[in-house]
């Protein structure tokens, strides 16, 4: 039995057939679409949700047959899936070797801690270099945001270089202590340096010798408790809190960050669709897309706290899994884009 | 002045074979048509003059992996003033380049870039002081990558106040060189060109019954070989379950590298592999372009290349330290097969012409549009050989409108096309099977002759794979430490095992 089998038997258990594979490769893959947002909610699987971003649509079907072949589950139809008894009976059995690393339930810390990932590889090896005086050395990334983020970042610091390296050190090892001993070594052996190039996931995990994707699992669960235990201590990690500063709203569809310029030059959801010539379902889709997408996004205009109080509390009773039991439950007055828009945001983080 | 930037700028005592000649007339304001081997710093004849002349230096480069890893190497001189245009840019981050090409010394642009009438407004409204080519032998209508948009750079060259040219290639032979000339509308040019022959490079072949006994000798050969080394193969799996076999064989530092990684993982391993962290790296030819390696000893072809071009950039890949390194190629009968299909998914075939000609003329729908390419797509055709299709309508035969026509002229263009990949694909197999001098005959392909008899130079030749004597590792252990400690090294400053 492997861990990734484990994992894989846990979300057929949680979605109890009513969600296909397709559904599955999209929340571990964390698509950003307001389905599978609301089925994270919905499913009470918010952990998963973008929590193995490199699995391969090819290899989930393979996991899938190899499953079925074994009689663990069965099909529904369609692409669904449920455990058969056997199923269960192996899946609880395996939950007595396996946990689910429990840094994954710090699930809206997510997008956090994807930046404070590629910033901190990128800082981490300028200061590997310039605390030995070695200025030229070619970056782990080429991607804009990071390269960016710690220029700024070096020529803000106050410290001279080789207490800044000793002040991130310090923090760093605080941290990664909170952590299981794989998690932290999986973090570090992908950290490059002075004439030291960091191993790629696939690697680290042939060296520590765990599959791939258990790998991959346990370094989103070390990524977001880190990002908690910083957040949650702000004074103690000076540096490191720097490091989840939230990003703006790049990374949203071009059609989406329209929807957004219009949304705050004040413009109404009519408005922008007529302006647009879009429809206002569209439109809504766009919001729901930004609610998830920018933290800080505030949806007061479109749901009062009142409401969202009362979508928050029919939400937090499992049981209910669509979206037409939930209004008839929290009342009709409240419209379904409104429960998505409470859906995206608490799958990202709180809001009161 | 030239040898004080030289030292200053780059830190080199001496110029490389050529690197004077063609700097110096370029200097002069020539148009330069420059062939250096892979490996003897080619680009170096482009920045230096960045440094000397005034104002932007502009460079087509073909490939976008090799123009982000140019970029880097003209960052790691402590340049800032550089940037790169090509497609991948977010339309953000092609603003922030545009805004701000008058501070730039260079800028590297892919071929589709050019077409952009604002970067071309831009450009014009600035002094350029070089229009460099890189990588010239793909604007030839007989190179390999040739694209269409190589076709207006001369063109372009004159809408941007028709600064002095220079085209840069490893490889090119006489009728290459002749189309580059024309298509750039050289007139008062100068021309260096240097051999294609690498003197410290030992060529090897061997003919193996089955894939087994292929993999098998692979082995050997690694195990025994001086490293570090490249694997080149055809596809990604290859690279994946050749890296696997080694693993599980050897105690060997072994990667895969292929365009289906992340950009981010894709770098590692690159510079892994700089750093002396891997002993092989089994990849596909997407890996080695713009790397500058001075150590590899050995290039090993686990499937054989399309064509000698092909070969002869990939073996160029080794001993850029002067040192003596090894060429060896592998091959089976069965690897006959795979260049043969892939040649022909370029292409649609008769049948499918007629069907894409016909859906057209029915539909309405017109050559260039995305509903005319779903169309070709739908019926079954590459994305290459749409691409090659969308090409013919509409920039080969634009006024030809009758289906028939149509059909039995781009029908004769295939023809054409895959007799000359095929002939090329035959060429590299009369060259494996060649039982004379190896390095003698690829010379030939590229009209030159040997000049003078080197002395490990080929099987053909007699000399021998275990003339190579494998010496102590250079990899640097990536042992089992505990994360504390891998940590302090980082970021400490213990002494490092290394320092
Ligand atoms: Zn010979």
């Not at chain 1, 669709?273 to 766009?286: F, M, N």
């Not at chain 2, 043969?340 to 309405?364: F, H, S, V």
Request: hydrophobic fraction near 40%; aromatic fraction near 8%; charged fraction near 25%.
């Amino acid at each position: 039995m492997s861990f990734t089998a484990y994992f894989f038997l846990t979300l057929i258990h949680h979605f109890k057939g009513e969600r296909s594979i397709s559904g599955i490769y999209h929340l571990l893959k964390g698509k950003k679409s307001a389905q599978t947002i609301q089925d994270s909610v919905l499913f009470n699987v918010q952990p998963f949700f973008q929590s193995l971003e490199v699995i391969t649509r090819q290899d989930l079907n393979k996991m899938c047959n190899e499953c079925e072949q074994s009689n663990l589950i069965q099909s529904v139809g369609d692409g669904h899936f449920r455990l058969t008894l056997s199923g269960l009976a192996y899946m609880n059995e395996a939950g007595e070797h396996f946990q689910l690393p429990s840094g994954l339930a710090y699930f809206h810390h997510s997008s956090t801690a994807k930046r404070f990932w590629k910033r901190l590889k990128l800082t981490v090896q300028t200061m590997s270099n310039l605390i030995r005086d070695e200025g030229r050395f070619l970056p782990v990334t080429n991607d804009k945001e990071p390269l960016e983020w710690t220029k700024r970042f070096l020529k803000k610091a106050k410290l001279d270089r080789q207490e800044l390296a000793a002040q991130l050190l310090n923090e760093l090892q605080n941290s990664l202590q909170t952590r299981p001993n794989i998690e932290a070594d999986i973090f570090v052996l992908q950290l490059s340096g002075y004439k030291q190039t960091g191993l790629t996931l696939m690697q680290a995990s042939e060296l520590l010798n765990i599959d791939y994707y258990e790998a991959a699992v346990l370094m989103t669960s070390c990524l977001r408790a880190v990002s908690q235990e910083i957040n949650d201590g702000k004074d103690n990690y000076p540096l490191l809190s720097r490091f989840l500063e939230k990003s703006d709203s790049k990374g949203l569809t071009a059609s989406t960050h329209k929807t957004l310029t219009f949304i705050k030059k004040g413009l109404t959801i009519q408005q922008i669709a007529q302006y647009r010539r879009l429809k206002e379902s569209t439109i809504e889709d766009h919001l729901v897309e930004i609610a998830m997408y920018m933290e800080d996004f505030d949806i007061n205009t479109f749901v009062s706290r009142e409401v969202y109080h009362r979508v928050k509390t029919v939400l937090e009773q499992q049981s209910i899994k669509r979206l037409k039991p939930i209004r008839d439950i929290a009342g009709s007055d409240i419209s379904y884009f409104q429960i998505r828009l409470v859906m995206a945001k608490e799958s990202v983080g709180k809001h009161d | 002045m030239i040898d004080t930037i030289l030292k200053e700028t780059f830190g080199y005592e001496r110029f490389r074979e050529g690197q004077r000649e063609v700097i110096e007339d370029v200097l002069k304001g020539y148009d330069v048509f420059a062939m250096l081997p892979t490996g003897s710093g080619k680009s170096l004849c482009y920045i230096l003059p960045g440094y000397v002349l005034d104002g932007l230096v502009l460079i087509v480069s073909p490939l976008l992996s090799l123009m982000e890893d140019q970029v880097q190497q003209i960052r790691m001189l402590g340049e800032k003033k550089v940037a790169a245009l090509n497609s991948f840019l977010t339309p953000q981050e092609k603003d922030d380049v545009l805004n701000s090409i008058r501070f730039l010394r260079f800028l590297f642009v892919s071929p589709e870039m050019l077409q952009n009438n604002l970067l071309i407004n831009r450009l014009s409204m600035l002094k350029l002081s070089l229009f460099v080519i890189d990588e010239a032998h793909c604007i030839s209508q007989w190179g390999h990558e040739f694209r269409p948009d190589y076709l207006k750079l001369a063109q372009i060259r004159e809408a941007v106040g028709k600064p002095p040219c220079l085209a840069l290639t490893a490889t090119a032979n006489p009728k290459v060189r002749q189309d580059i000339l024309n298509y750039l509308d050289f007139k008062d040019d100068r021309q260096h060109i240097y051999s294609v022959d690498r003197k410290n490079i030992s060529l090897f072949v061997d003919k193996l019954a089955n894939v087994e006994e292929k993999i098998k000798r692979t082995i050997k050969i690694i195990s025994s070989q001086p490293s570090p080394g490249i694997i080149y193969c055809s596809t990604r799996d290859w690279t994946e379950r050749l890296a696997n076999q080694i693993r599980m064989k050897t105690d060997l530092h072994v990667a895969y590298y292929h365009g289906g990684l992340s950009s981010d993982d894709r770098l590692a391993i690159q510079y892994q592999f700089l750093n002396d962290q891997l002993d092989i790296i089994c990849c596909t030819n997407a890996f080695g372009m713009g790397i500058n390696k001075p150590n590899v000893r050995l290039v090993l072809h686990f499937h054989y290349p399309k064509h000698m071009n092909a070969y002869i950039q990939e073996i160029g890949r080794a001993g850029r330290d002067g040192l003596p390194s090894a060429a060896v190629t592998l091959y089976t009968d069965e690897d006959d097969l795979l260049p043969q299909a892939l040649i022909e998914k370029e292409y649609p075939d008769q049948p499918m012409l007629l069907r894409i000609l016909n859906r057209m003329e029915a539909t309405g729908a017109k050559a260039g549009t995305k509903g005319c390419f779903s169309i070709m797509m739908e019926e079954g055709a590459s994305e290459t050989a749409a691409r090659f299709l969308t090409y013919q309508l509409t920039k080969v035969f634009p006024e030809e409108h009758k289906s028939e026509e149509l059909f039995s002229k781009i029908d004769q263009t295939i023809k054409l096309r895959k007799q000359k990949k095929i002939s090329e694909l035959y060429e590299v197999k009369r060259w494996l099977a060649t039982t004379d001098c190896r390095r003698e005959a690829y010379l030939n392909s590229f009209q030159e002759k040997l000049s003078d008899k080197v002395p490990c130079c080929c099987d053909a030749c007699g000399c021998l794979l275990d003339d190579f004597v494998k010496v102590d590792p250079v990899i640097k252990e990536t042992q089992r430490i505990g994360w504390q400690v891998r940590l302090r090294k980082l970021l400490g400053l213990d002494k490092i095992d290394h320092e």
